[in-house]
Each structure stands twice: as structure tokens, then as C-alpha cells.
């Protein structure tokens, strides 16, 4: 229900645009968060969005690099991520929760598979 897309390899300080499309149902009251798993870690909150997109979350380490945001209209949250760094490779994921926008993952009602970034030094 949950379909995360764009990622792929990029050079150190380069950006790219993650999607991730709502199909089966609609997500409009939900809240929206994006994580990530990096090799040998847990998974991590990176930013969240509320229904509306008038609040948005982050991570201490992507704050004023990343930017999420969210189109109802197309069932569609993007993470934008600019001045991408080597740390910032990882499986990214989205996930919707019915409820407030939090930082744990168990808090998370519903995930997609992961779209994999590489950042090369």
C-alpha cells in the first residue's frame, strides 16, 4: 500500500528526491514519516509530516538538508534531500500511522519496502 521510490547512487553533496505513493486506500488523515536502516544499525525516524503538512519533523542530522513534504491530492509524501553525505546512505522507508507524527517506528501503522540511496565519497 505503501510504495517507496528514487533512490539510487549519487555523489557526496548531491541531492535526489525520494516518492513514496498511498495506493488501496487513501493516507489523508494520517501522519507520514520517512526512516532508514544503514548497514549495521537500527532503523532511524529521519522526518515526519502531519496530515494536513503543516508541521513537519526531522532528525538532528538532516535538519536543513532534508525537507519533507506531502500532496494529498496525489496520495504522495516526498523526502527531498539535499548536501547528501556518505552517512546518509541507508534503505530509506515511509510509513503512515493513524495519529500523531512520532519518532518510533512501532508507533507506525503501515510500511512500504525500502528504496535503497548510496552516497560515495
Known amino acids: 500500500q505503501l510504495q517507496a521510490s528514487g533512490g539510487g547512487l549519487v555523489q557526496t553533496g548531491g541531492s535526489l528526491r525520494l516518492s513514496c505513493v498511498a495506493s488501496?486506500?487513501?493516507?489523508?488523515?494520517?501522519?507520514m514519516g520517512w526512516f532508514r536502516r544503514a548497514p549495521g544499525k537500527d532503523r532511524e525516524f529521519v522526518a515526519g509530516?502531519?496530515?494536513?503538512?503543516?508541521?513537519?519533523y526531522y532528525a538532528d542530522s538532516v535538519k536543513d538538508r532534508f525537507a519533507i513534504s506531502r500532496d494529498n491530492a496525489k496520495n504522495t509524501v516526498y523526502l527531498q534531500m539535499n548536501s547528501l553525505k556518505p552517512e546518509d546512505t541507508a534503505v530509506y522507508f515511509c510509513?503512515?500511522?493513524?495519529?500523531?507524527?512520532?519518532?518510533?517506528?512501532?508507533?507506525?501503522?503501515?510500511w512500504g519496502p525500502g528504496t535503497l540511496v548510496t552516497v560515495s565519497s
Open positions: 510509513a503512515a500511522q493513524n495519529g500523531l507524527v512520532t519518532r518510533s517506528c512501532q508507533d507506525y501503522d503501515y
Open positions: 488501496g486506500r487513501t493516507f489523508d488523515d494520517y501522519g
Open positions: 509530516v502531519t496530515w494536513s503538512g503543516g508541521s513537519t
